[in-house]
C-alpha cells in the first residue's frame, strides 16, 4: 500500500529506485582493564588507530576536493583537527596510563567531554559539530576494533535509507549506484546537505517514521522539492514521477539562458539579484547563475574549525579574493562577524546562552569585542580597493548600536591614514534590518546608512516569535504574516524617503511569487542562494511592475498567512 512521509527537502530533484536500508555497526563497546605492563602498547594501538583515521580522511578529503572542488572538501578540515590535537590525544593516553582501560573506552570518556560544549538542541547548528565529532570518533573506534567503512554492497538505482549520515558516510558512498538518500535526522545546513546539494542528489530528512515504514527492496520515489518521499507508489505514479524528472531536467537547462539577461520587468523596472555566499569558492557558482553580485558575503567560515582568531591578514586575503573575481562593477556585501545564536566558536569563548537567538550576536558581539571588529573593518577597508567592496552590520535593534559602529570605523579609517596604509575611504555601510525594533526606526536608521538589507529569514522569526526548527509550531513561520509585510513596506518606504536603496537577503527572496511581490512593494535588490537567481529571474521578466504595485496594496487586506499566498500565486501564475 502506497505511502507518502512529508519532511524537509535538503537536496532538490527527483529520485526513484529501491530502498536500501543502511545500518551501521554499534559501537556499544565492552570497556575492559588494562595490565600494567600492556599499557605502552595499548597507546601504540591507540596511536596506529588515529593514523589510520587521519589517513582515511585525508583520502577522502583529496578524492572529493576533485570530484567537487575544495569549497566542500573543507567540510573534513574539522575532522583532521580533531585528529591532530595535542590535547586530545594526550587527555586520551592520560585516562589509558591513569585508569588502566582500553583505548575504545578511553577515547569515548575525552568524547562525552568534549561533547558537552556543544550540547545544545538537536536541530540546531552544533548538529552538526557534534554530528562531525561523532563521525570521527567512529572511525577511531572501527579502526582500533578492524571494521572498514568499505564494502557497503550497493546496486544501480538504490536510495540509501538510514537513521543518519555522516560526511565522510556519505562522501565514501558510490555515487554511480544510489540515486538519492533519506535520513530519520538532519537538517537544511548539515554537512550531508552540503555534501548532496555539491553531488546534485536528491536528499530528504524525513523524521524516524522513514526507519520503521522503509525496507529493503521497497520502491521508493525521493522529492527534494517539496521535500516529500513517497513508499510503493503505483505505476501511475511511477510514471508521473518519471515525467516530472524529465520536465525538471529541461527546465534546469532553459533557465541557465536567463544567465546573461538583465532582471527586468516588462515595463523596464530593474531588479538586481545578488547571491549568498559563504566561501570565496562559492563566487564561481554565483557566476554560473548569472548573480549581478554578491548581497550577503557571510563570514563566520573564518573563525570556525580553529583554536585561534583570523589575523588582519586572512581576512583580508578572503576579501580581496572576493572582490577580484566580481570586478568593479558587480558589488560584493560583507556582512561583520554574526557570532551567535546558531553559531559558535571556542577560540571567541562565546558562552552557552538560555536564548542564544536574543543573546551576544551580531552587532552585539562586535561592539563588545572591539578587538576583533577592528581587525575585520581593517581588512575589509583594505581590500575595497581591489573591488566594489561595501560593509554590512548585522543584529541591529537600536540607533546607539549604529553610531557607535560608526565610530569604530572612522577610527579604523584613521589609524589606517597614519600607518599610510591604501584603503577605500569611501566604502558604502549599511545595517541589515532583521528585527522589529530595526524595522519601525528605518526612518531614524536610514540617516546614518547608505542601504537597507532585510533579513527575512530573523525578521519572521522575532516578528512571529517562532523557531521554525520547532516542530511544533514551525508552521507559524509565516513569511506572508501580514505583520511580516508591514515591517518590510515600511523599511523599503522609509529607505526610499531617505534616498537609500533597499535590499532583502533570505529564503523570502528564493520563492519566485514573494520576490513578484517585494518587487511590487518597492525593493531594489534581492539576494539568495545562487541555484535560486534563474527562476526568480525568469518569474519577474513576465510581470509588469505596475501591476505588482497595485497586487502588493491589495495584499493588505488580508488577515492571513494563506490568503496573501494564494492571491499571490493566483495573480501572478494565473495571469
Known amino acids: 500500500m502506497m505511502k507518502k512521509i512529508k519532511g524537509i527537502g535538503i537536496s532538490s530533484g527527483i529520485a526513484i529506485g ?48 576533485k570530484e567537487v572542488g575544495p569549497k566542500y572538501a573543507d567540510i573534513f578540515s574539522f575532522h583532521l583537527a580533531i585528529l591532530k590535537d595535542k590535547w586530545f590525544k594526550n587527555e586520551v593516553e592520560r585516562i589509558i596510563r591513569e585508569e588502566r582501560i582500553n583505548s575504545e573506552s578511553a577515547v569515548k570518556k575525552v568524547i562525552h567531554h568534549i561533547g558537552k560544549i556543544f550540547k545544545k538542541e538537536e536541530k540546531d547548528f552544533f548538529q552538526d559539530r557534534r554530528r562531525d565529532i561523532i563521525d570521527v570518533i567512529e572511525r577511531i573506534i572501527h579502526n582500533l576494533s578492524g571494521y572498514s567503512y568499505t564494502g557497503m554492497k550497493l546496486f544501480s538505482d538504490e536510495i540509501i535509507v538510514t537513521r543518519d549520515l555522516s560526511p565522510s558516510q556519505t562522501v565514501s558512498i558510490d555515487k554511480n549506484y544510489i540515486r538519492g538518500f533519506v535520513t530519520a535526522i538532519g537538517s537544511e545546513t548539515s554537512h550531508a546537505a552540503i555534501i548532496a546539494k555539491a553531488l546534485e542528489i536528491p536528499a530528504v530528512v524525513a523524521g524516524e517514521k522513514v526507519i520503521t515504514e522503509i525496507k529493503t527492496g521497497d520502491t521508493v520515489i525521493i522529492d527534494g522539492q517539496e521535500g516529500e518521499v513517497i513508499i510503493k507508489p503505483s505505476e501511475k505514479i511511477i510514471t508521473e514521477y518519471k515525467k516530472k524528472q524529465e520536465q525538471l531536467s ?60 583570523p589575523t588582519e591578514d586572512e581576512h583580508f586575503l578572503a576579501y580581496k579574493k572576493v572582490a577580484e573575481k566580481m570586478g568593479s562593477e558587480k558589488p560584493v556585501i560583507i ?125 519572521i522569526q522575532y516578528t512571529l516569535a517562532v523557531d521554525r526548527s520547532n516542530e511544533k509550531i514551525s508552521h507559524l513561520y509565516q513569511p506572508c504574516h501580514p505583520a511580516v509585510i508591514k515591517l518590510i513596506r515600511h523599511t ?84
Open 18 to 65: 529501491k530502498a536500501f536500508v543502511l545500518e551501521f555497526p554499534s559501537l556499544q563497546e565492552t570497556e575492559y582493564t588494562i595490565d600494567k605492563p600492556a599499557i605502552e602498547k595499548e597507546i601504540e594501538r591507540f596511536n596506529d588507530a588515529i593514523n589510520m583515521t587521519e589517513s582515511q580522511i585525508e583520502e577522502l578529503q583529496q578524492t572529493f576536493e
Open 335 to 459: 556582512r561583520t562577524i554574526d557570532i551567535g545564536g546558531d553559531k559558535f566558536v571556542s577560540a571567541l569563548s562565546v558562552r552557552k546562552e538560555l536564548n542564544p537567538f536574543l543573546g551576544w550576536r551580531g552587532i552585539r558581539f562586535s561592539l563588545e569585542r572591539k578587538d576583533i571588529f577592528e581587525t575585520q573593518l581593517r581588512a575589509i577597508l583594505r581590500a575595497a580597493i581591489y573591488g566594489n567592496l561595501k560593509v554590512m552590520f548585522p543584529m541591529v535593534s537600536t540607533m546607539e548600536e549604529v553610531k557607535m559602529s560608526h565610530r569604530i570605523l572612522q577610527k579604523v579609517k584613521d589609524d589606517l591614514k597614519k600607518e599610510k596604509k591604501k584603503f577605500r575611504e569611501d566604502i558604502e555601510v549599511g545595517i541589515m534590518v532583521e528585527t522589529p525594533s530595526a524595522a519601525l526606526i528605518t526612518d531614524k536608521l536610514a540617516e546614518e546608512s547608505d542601504f537597507f538589507s532585510i533579513g527575512s529569514n530573523d525578521l
Open 492 to 575: 523599503i518606504e522609509n529607505g526610499k524617503k531617505r534616498g537609500i536603496w533597499t535590499g532583502l537577503c533570505g529564503e523570502m527572496a528564493s520563492i519566485p511569487e514573494i520576490a513578484c511581490l517585494l518587487v511590487g512593494m518597492g525593493i531594489d535588490e534581492l539576494s539568495m542562494a545562487p541555484s535560486a537567481i534563474p527562476a526568480v529571474k525568469e518569474k519577474i521578466r513576465s510581470i509588469k511592475y505596475s501591476n505588482m504595485e497595485k497586487i502588493s496594496q491589495e495584499v493588505l487586506l488580508f488577515e492571513t498567512h494563506e490568503k496573501v499566498y494564494k492571491y499571490l500565486a493566483d495573480r501572478i501564475n494565473g495571469g
Open 250 to 309: 529541461i527546465r534546469k537547462k532553459q533557465l541557465l539562458f536567463l544567465k546573461d539577461k538583465p532582471c527586468e520587468t516588462i515595463d523596464g523596472r530593474r531588479i538586481y539579484l545578488h547571491a549568498n555566499i559563504e566561501l570565496p569558492e562559492e563566487v564561481e557558482t554565483a557566476r554560473k547563475y548569472g548573480a549581478d553580485g554578491i548581497g550577503l558575503y557571510r563570514t563566520e567560515y573564518l573563525y570556525l574549525n580553529r583554536k585561534d582568531i
